[in-house]
């Protein structure tokens, strides 16, 4: 059984950066894809970025787009979620996500929930003055 734990969520000014890390327990995190999604209260689940077993083709939301960055480091066993110019309307419990991704298996949506295999408990980001 593999475990994801996030960390670093927060209370944070508008326009403020937060950078929130998720580790896998797993011995070998090339084999995983990663995904951050999002849940406001009151509001749905929704994807907010993912990247893929390599590290290539990072894809984010529009809404994040330009002010979020995934990453990886696949010796560390961690991905990371870089926020910066947050604003009231990122406020959420982010969930970190690992889907088991075979070598050439690249034809997959990440930004899909339905990929994932195991998640984490969530991490609160706060946004507010």
């Known amino acids: 059984q593999v475990q994801v734990v996030e960390s670093g969520g927060t209370a944070v000014q508008p326009g403020g950066a937060l950078t929130l890390s998720c580790t896998v327990s797993?011995?070998?995190?090339?084999?995983?894809?990663i995904g951050w999604f999002r849940q406001a209260p009151g509001k749905e689940r929704e994807a907010v970025a993912c990247?893929?077993?390599?590290?290539?083709?990072?894809r984010y939301v529009d809404s994040v787009k330009g002010r979020f960055v995934i990453s990886r480091d696949n010796a560390k066993l961690t991905a990371y979620l870089q926020m910066s110019s947050l604003e009231p309307s990122d406020t959420a419990v982010y969930y970190c996500?690992?889907?088991?991704?075979?070598?050439?298996?690249?034809?997959?949506?990440?930004?899909?929930?339905?990929?994932?295999?195991?998640w984490g408990q969530g991490t609160q980001v706060t946004v507010s003055s």
């Open positions: 996500a690992a889907a088991v991704q075979y070598h050439s298996d690249y034809n997959r949506d990440f930004l899909a929930a339905r990929e994932y295999d195991y």
């Open positions: 797993t011995v070998s995190l090339d084999t995983y894809a």
């Open positions: 990247i893929p077993n390599n590290g290539a083709s990072a």
